[in-house]
């Protein structure tokens, strides 16, 4: 059904009216964030909610495999980590994901503090965060049935 340009008019003008209504309202520490499509519009916001759910479930995979080989609980992780990413990348910011991301860096640190308790500090850096390159990425080197090494 067509809308004539009066409509869509009044509808812009309610919901400008709408935006700065909800702005004044919610303090800025609970921000929010408003997505406009014509004359309809979707508010997002933070939910400490969803943090809570992958926490736990990063926390016991890292339990659970901490004996086996790291390729294992990579794959794991990989896997657990980037399900949660794809369904809440349209609803969690990207502080959201820093906390996710140093999380998962605190746990894997010391699950490998346990299992390596006389190696230093630069020793567990080279060998898991260095072995892909990049600095910031937990990796360690493989090599698969036809000899080569794999990150």
Known sequence: MRQNKLDMTLANMTLDGMEDVIR???????RVNFIRY???FIITGKS??????IKPIVGALTRKYVGAPMVILIKKLNQTLRGWANYHRHVVASEAFSRVDTYVFRQ???MLRKRHKKKPHKWLTKNYWSASSKKHIFAVETTTTEDKVKV
């Open 48 to 53: 400490k909610r969803l943090l809570g759910k």
């Open 38 to 40: 014509a004359d309809d």
């Open 108 to 110: 894997l640190w010391r």
């Open 24 to 30: 004044r309202a919610i303090p800025r520490r609970n």
